[in-house]
Nanobody, 122 residues
Framework: EVQLVESGGGLVQAGGSLKLSCVAS????????IGWFRQAPGRERERVSC????????QYADSVKGRFTISSDNAKNTVYLQMNSLKPEETAVYYC???????????????WGQGTQVTVSS
């Protein structure tokens, strides 16, 4: 079964940058995508970005286009999320999860890890 461990969260000032890491294990031939998600208190979990391990294509939520970049390092079995020009409203717990392909429905991703906290101060 797929297991994912997130890291790299922390406290950053508005306008600053942070790079998150997602280390994967048990990624089977049926899992061809890794997505990044975030969830703030009282809010629904939101898909931020996704990368396909099949063709390398990427997807981004409209709110983060031009500021966030998703990438992968096959040698380290790791997917990254580079976040630039961070805003206070983007304070949330950030998660990564696997799926057969990059889709918008959260039900196709999982299981979920513990996540990493990102706090953006003003």
């Amino acid at each position: 079964e797929v297991q994912l461990v997130e890291s790299g969260g922390g406290l950053v000032q508005a306008g600053g940058s942070l790079k998150l890491s997602c280390v994967a294990s048990g990624f089977t031939s049926n899992d061809h995508a890794i997505g990044w998600f975030r969830q703030a208190p009282g809010r629904e979990r939101e898909r931020v970005s996704c990368i396909s391990t099949f063709d390398g294509s990427t997807q981004y939520a409209d709110s983060v286009k031009g500021r966030f970049t998703i990438s992968s390092d096959n040698a380290k079995n790791t997917v990254y999320l580079q976040m630039n020009s961070l805003k206070p409203e983007e304070t949330a717990v950030y998660y990564c999860a696997a799926a057969a392909k990059c889709v918008y429905g959260l039900a196709y991703f999982g299981p979920w890890g513990q996540g990493t906290q990102v706090t953006v101060s003003s």
